[in-house]
């Protein structure tokens, strides 16, 4: 005889992760088998399948368990299989936790990074976890969202219950004590939790969180510094950046210039004795922005060593030990003297140079040693300089990629050891001071150069292995010699 069903037998039903097409995104299969995702506009190939697998696909719209895709075993199957994690690399797939099949939603997850895929973490019932101390829970809409800078997916919180949940865990909590309390499906999301870095285990020794979660790079970070980093930049966030008018029939435009107060002006015009421009006066009149570069005629190696010395080279080095005024921390503090001015004299940027066309200098990716004055070559794959090199193309809206893409990348830890609360802050002030100073040595060199906004986290880690946490890019500049003639005048 059948149990009949009750709430313990509901909350027993395993829990079931299904994948589901994103709303905004709509498959078009045409004649010949091949299948495209549009969205926004845009359309993505996902390649050629036959009609069956097609056809299975578009159960996609209402969800697919991702566990069967994993245990495909038919021709069809494995077709699908490869059609979903197409669309889950491009990150169109959203993906929902639920009591079985049938079972109203508890969680919805939305990947942030292209090529999320939602694995379960293992966790021992003896195991203690605790929330990151970056993640957090807040109104979107009318929704609830559980978010991190560290994790690759948004988790949409669809029951209160859960949320309470989560709640309980900024204490840590053995996993076998949460089992019992919470059932499957709750303890499934603990394990993607864990896996995207929203939970972790909490150190049995009794040592700071601060100190056990992730490693010692992590410990510098404060909890908004992490956050603005991910989410002003690509690669680790799926929100639209750039210059998309959101206000447009909102606010009106602010003006270019700020409304006078409403004092007597005094006139400085009248003040100006010497009417005659510095050399200094004349090149920050001449700087401007050159996105059009003349391939016919590349920058050349000297001319980029130039650039280089005048503009980032170490000049000299001494070291100080830091005292707070009883002298004992028995600390020593490195410095260096370098062309451009650094909060704390930290100098935490570093140039990466994605060279495409420079006589003299091998097309890839290099390192500045700014104390050897040297450019140290990084192994990259050429998918992701091509990529890196399209994008900055793109920001520019310019006809071609530039002659040299210099990253600027900072290291964080080197000015976070120091500032509390306001690091990144002064990284980016760094930042402008730098694309300042290498737009002036540029035009000085009559060379041309333009700074990008945008830059993509996860696409530097590709590129150099760093983790965005350790070392990642926080400005970019363009370079070459600029195709206008007489740009200089
Ligand atoms: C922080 C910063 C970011 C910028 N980002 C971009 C960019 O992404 N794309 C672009 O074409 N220009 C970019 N620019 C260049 C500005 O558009 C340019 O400085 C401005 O239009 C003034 O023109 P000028 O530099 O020729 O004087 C950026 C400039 C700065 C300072």
Redesign the pocket.
């Known amino acids: 005889m059948r149990t009949p069903p009750n709430k313990r037998g509901r909350e027993a039903a395993a829990a079931v992760i299904t994948g589901r097409l994103n709303a905004r995104v709509t498959l078009k299969a045409q004649a010949q088998g091949n299948v495209a995702a549009c969205f926004d506009g845009y359309r993505i190939e996902l390649g050629q399948f036959s009609a069956a697998a097609i056809k299975r696909a578009l159960a996609l719209r209402a969800g697919l368990p991702i566990g069967a895709l994993r245990a495909a075993r038919s021709v069809t199957e494995r077709e699908v299989a490869l059609l979903v994690r197409r669309l889950a690399h491009s990150g169109l797939l959203e993906y929902r936790l639920a009591h079985g099949r049938a079972g109203k939603d508890l969680v919805m997850i939305e990947p942030q990074m292209a090529d999320y895929w939602p694995e379960v973490a293992r966790l021992n019932a003896t195991d203690t976890v605790a929330l990151s101390r970056f993640a957090y829970l807040r109104r979107r809409g009318n929704d609830m969202v559980l978010e991190s800078p560290r994790s690759p997916a948004l988790f949409r919180i669809c029951d209160p219950k859960i949320a309470a949940t989560i709640a309980t865990l900024s204490a840590p909590h053995k996993v076998g004590r949460l089992r019992q309390m919470q059932g499957s499906a709750a303890f499934a999301l603990l394990g993607l939790l864990f896996a995207c870095n929203i939970l972790f285990k909490v150190d049995a020794k009794g040592d700071s969180p601060r100190l056990t979660e992730g490693d010692a790079s992590l410990v510098v970070w404060d909890f908004h510094d992490l956050l603005f980093h991910t989410h002003s930049t690509e690669g680790r966030q799926a929100n639209p950046t750039g210059g998309r008018y959101p206000y447009v029939g909102v606010i009106a435009p602010p003006p270019a210039v700020r409304a006078p107060w409403s004092g007597n002006a005094i006139d400085l015009e009248t003040f100006a004795a010497d009417r005659a421009r510095s050399p200094f006066a004349t090149l920050l009149r001449q ?3 050159t ?1 059009d570069f003349d391939d016919a005629q590349p920058i050349r190696i000297a001319e980029l060593a130039q650039l280089l010395d005048h503009t980032m080279r170490v000049q000299w080095k001494w070291t100080t030990p830091l005292d707070f005024g009883d002298g004992n921390t028995g600390c020593d503090i490195d410095y260096t003297r370098r062309p451009y001015p650094s909060a704390g004299s930290a100098y935490e940027l570093e140039l990466y140079l994605l060279v495409n066309h420079c006589d003299g200098l091998t097309r890839g990716l290099y390192h500045y040693d700014a104390d050897r004055h040297a450019l140290v070559p990084i192994m990259a794959r050429a998918q992701d300089i091509e990529a890196q090199l399209a994008a900055a193309q793109f ?3 310019a006809p071609a990629p530039p002659q040299i893409l210099i990253t600027i990348a900072a290291r964080f830890d080197r000015i976070a050891w120091k500032y509390s609360g306001i690091a990144y802050a002064l990284i980016l002030r760094n930042v ?1 001071v730098l ?1 300042q100073t290498l ?1 002036l040595a540029a035009t000085d060199q009559g060379l041309g150069g ?5 830059t993509n986290i996860d696409l530097f880690t590709k590129l150099t292995g760093q983790e965005f946490y350790v070392e990642g890019p926080v ?1 970019q500049f363009a370079l070459g010699r600029g195709r206008e003639v007489g740009e200089s005048g």
């Open positions: 700087r401007h922005s996105r920001a520019m809206d402008g694309l737009y333009c700074a990008i906004g945008i400005g």
